[in-house]
């Protein structure tokens, strides 16, 4: 017991000197000790766990590369979405940002920014609860990302527990991902001798290294992380300006960029992008603009956000690198939500440090407009040092007999009819549940926790799935045996019972997420609720106009002739009636009578923290089930907020606003009530 004791104490002080010194050497690049003795605390760390083997901890530093390799990647919602920026290619579009930021913050003459270089790496998400590393993902499409919290640990610039105390119960932290010039040559001569595959630039090397499914291999890449920013913060709270947070982060063990400055102004933000463009070749990675960001948190929140980017932040991209080719052949490529894209076969160059052999023409807008056509000579430009796309056509050097190139009538590959809406740019597949090309993706959302929430159906079967083709559409998920499960790769008898036994639950679903996971353009979760509460039924949903849709409360045009023409499709009608035949039932809708004392009809609520009785999902679904809706942020139209443990900025913003806070337990009773009303 005494032993124990002993080697548990020394375990605890080996960690704190090995996090200390990993602190010391990637975050402050300032090491205290020799990479040999470095290497002797590991040794003697490791040889304590091994003969202790109840000492070992999640975070401990021997526990980086301490996961067997995974199967497969799977999904992680962020708590709070990682938001692209909008773009800045000039000077004049430098100054009409800053212009429309103090036009909006009015008053405001001179505003500081929070400038740094913008990594060519890729973007990651670390959740920390408690000050621990409990979840990493990439950024995916902003909402979901890949989980690799295992390839995160292995690197050792990511701190497996936070430095210091007073860290929020739960921190996202942004970064991104990079694999420094020197190390990514580095890795490439030793590939080359082994003759294996070698990296084209740093920015593929660390997404590849990532993405590895056997961490060991990601350890063994020499990969580094620059945090800049955060996403969800509850249970804690950090400083009002941008450049303080990062200053916070850096004392938490969390690496920030060296050349993170604040600037006064317009001409600030362009003499530091001047600045850093004169030292860009001679920094130690590779970077493809500068970032600037309203410095003030205050000023940023007043100034809000514009569809998918906040208005306080800009990306001033570097000069595109240019070459010229040939267009060899122009196809259309059917995305996963059915968009037509126009790709132009290139006769390959080489770009920006990458053979470029394909270009995006983005849609038939574009491709009117800059005219291109088979065997033209065109300009090619890698925007942003990431897209390669054609800049214009040459056409001087055009051949003799080239036509213009036209939106085909038929989906290359279902050969469903193609539409282009009126004023709209993308032109779309109308197959919908029934397109090879959509399959996939259906499949994904339809199974999805908001929508049928299939449990244990993830990416990997899906893909199997439509490998196989043992699923077209939805519909054939219900029709799936035990034999032709286990089956499949990795998929034993028991998992693939499991799943059949998740397939019959899904059967029990409501109208709203039969709707949403049908996956109909445009409309999402609070739609496809609003437009069930209205029809209360399929039946009558099936065979509205586009009129009598739009007269669903909060629904436009759009939206409601994007559903009546899905639901028009033989197809998607044909897929439906199956699903139906197979099983999958909904009780009949409610309608919500609002009454003058209702709680919840017509009322806006905001939940903050967590909740104990249930998940904040199920606490919306109540509530939107009684009439009222959820909104992500306290604003003076907000009617209630809910504060469930550890509430954080919302609860004081609330209280400064007046808005009325109740306790899960007022919640609760307010849903008695309603219920029995």
């Known amino acids: 017991m005494t032993d124990l004791r002993v080697a548990r104490d020394r375990a605890a002080e080996l960690r704190r000197q090995i996090e200390h010194h990993n602190y010391r050497y990637h975050v402050l690049d300032d090491p205290e000790v020799s990479d040999a003795e470095y290497d002797r605390l590991m040794r003697e760390l490791s040889a304590l766990e091994a003969r202790f083997p109840e000492l070992v901890t999640a975070d401990s530093p021997t526990q980086r590369v301490g996961a067997a390799p995974l199967a497969e990647f799977g999904e992680v919602v962020h708590r709070l979405p990682m938001l692209s920026l909008e773009n800045a290619f000039n000077e004049e579009d430098v100054r009409n940002f800053d212009r429309r930021v103090r036009e909006r913050l009015s008053g405001v003459e001179v505003v500081e920014y929070a400038a740094e270089p913008k990594l060519d790496g890729l973007a990651v998400n670390l959740l920390y609860e408690r000050g621990r590393l409990t979840a990493g993902a990439t950024r995916g499409d902003g909402t979901t990302g890949e989980e690799v919290t295992h390839n995160l640990r292995a690197i050792r610039a990511v701190p ?47 997404a590849g290294s990532l993405r590895q499914l056997d961490p060991k291999l990601t350890a063994e890449r020499p990969l580094d992380i620059f945090f800049y920013g955060v996403g969800d913060v509850e249970g804690g709270t950090l400083p009002s300006r941008h450049s303080e947070i990062l200053a916070t982060l850096r004392e938490w063990g969390l690496k920030t960029s060296p050349e993170a ?12 992008y001047a600045d850093i463009g004169r030292r860009r070749e001679r920094l130690p990675y590779q970077i493809d603009g500068v970032v600037y960001k309203v410095d003030d948190i205050s000023s940023q929140q007043r100034l809000g956000f514009v569809s998918r980017a906040p208005r306080w932040a800009l990306a001033h991209k570097f000069p595109a690198e240019e070459e010229m080719t040939i267009v060899r052949g122009i196809e259309f490529q059917v995305g996963r939500t059915g968009a037509l894209t126009p790709v132009a076969r290139l006769e390959p160059v080489f770009v920006g440090g990458v053979t470029v052999s394909n270009a995006t023409l983005h849609n038939m807008d574009e491709v009117v407009r800059k005219d291109v056509r088979v065997g033209d000579t065109v300009i090619i430009r890698r925007a942003g040092d990431v897209i390669p796309e054609i800049v214009k056509v040459v056409k001087e050097r055009r051949p003799a007999h080239t036509s213009p190139v036209r939106l085909p009538e038929h989906c290359p590959e279902c050969d469903s009819a193609v539409e282009r809406v009126a004023e709209q740019a993308i032109a779309r597949c109308t197959g919908g549940l029934f397109c090879p090309a959509q399959r996939k993706q259906a499949l994904r959302h339809f199974a999805s926790r908001r929508a049928m929430d299939i449990e244990g159906l993830g990416t990997g079967l899906i893909d199997q799935f439509v490998t196989t083709e043992l699923v077209r559409t939805p519909a054939d998920l219900y029709t799936l045996t035990l034999e032709q499960l286990t089956g499949l790769e990795r998929m034993g008898e028991k998992s693939a019972a499991n799943l059949l036994a998740a397939l019959e639950r899904s059967k029990n679903t409501t109208l709203p997420r039969f709707l949403y996971a049908l996956g109909i353009r445009d409309v999402g ?36 002739a994007s559903a009546q023409r899905f639901f028009a499709q033989p197809h998607n009608r044909k897929v439906i009636q199956k699903l139906r035949l197979r099983g999958v039932h909904w009780p009949p809708v409610k309608t919500v009578v609002a009454t003058e004392d209702s709680a919840f009809a017509g009322k806006t609520w905001v939940l903050t923290g967590s909740l104990s009785a249930m998940t904040r999902e199920e606490a919306q679904e109540r509530i939107e089930a009684l009439g009222g809706k959820v909104s992500g942020s306290v604003s003076k139209r907000t009617d209630f907020v809910i504060a469930g443990e550890d509430a954080g900025s919302k609860l004081r913003k609330a209280r400064d606003l007046g808005v009325r806070v109740i306790s899960e337990q007022e919640f609760a009773k307010l849903l008695k009530k309603a219920a029995r009303t």
Request: glycine content about 8%.
């Open 160 to 206: 497996l527990q936070l430095r210091g105390e007073k860290h929020p119960r739960v921190l996202e932290a942004r970064g991104e991902v990079f694999m420094p010039i020197e190390g990514f040559k580095r890795f490439n001569a030793q590939a080359q001798a082994r003759g294996e595959k070698v990296f084209v630039n740093p920015r593929n090397a660390a």
């Open 261 to 272: 400055r604040v600037v006064r102004g317009v001409e600030g933000c362009l003499a530091y």
């Open 525 to 560: 979760e609070a739609t496809a609720r609003a437009i069930a509460m209205h029809f209360r039924d399929l039946d009558p949903l099936l065979e509205a106009s586009a009129a009598e849709i739009e007269r669903v409360p909060d629904i436009g045009p759009v939206i409601a």
